[in-house]
Nanobody, 118 residues
């Protein structure tokens, strides 16, 4: 069974950096991975995705600042966040999607809090 555990969140100053990690037990290279975030009173939004291979997609608000990557040998997904802004403050969630499975699989971690001080 796929299990996702995020870590690396915390409190940083404006302009600082964090690297979030998602320990993804059971993940394989065919899986699509993504990071979402949810701020208080806001809907959960997609911030970065790796549908497969070297393809990556980013929300306009984080483009050029965030980088999603994965290490399949270590079963880990990363989100490198640079030049953080107060509006990046949110709970960040790791997501694994398996459109190839029957039925399709969709897995979420518990989330990790990122707070950017202004």
């Amino acid at each position: 069974q796929v299990r996702l555990v995020e870590s690396g969140g915390g409190l940083v100053q404006r302009g600082g950096s964090l690297r979030l990690s998602c320990a993804a037990s059971g993940i394989i290279s065919m899986d699509a991975v993504a990071w979402h975030r949810q701020a208080p009173g806001k809907e959960r939004e997609l911030v970065a995705a790796n549908p497969g291979g070297g393809i990556t997609n980013y929300a306009d608000s984080v483009k050029g600042r965030f980088t999603i990557s994965r290490d399949n040998a270590k079963n880990t997904v990363y989100l490198q966040m640079n030049n953080l802004k107060p509006e990046d403050t949110a709970v960040y969630y790791c997501n694994v999607h398996r459109p190839w499975s029957r039925p399709a699989g969709d897995y979420w971690g518990q989330g990790t809090q990122v707070t950017v001080a202004s």
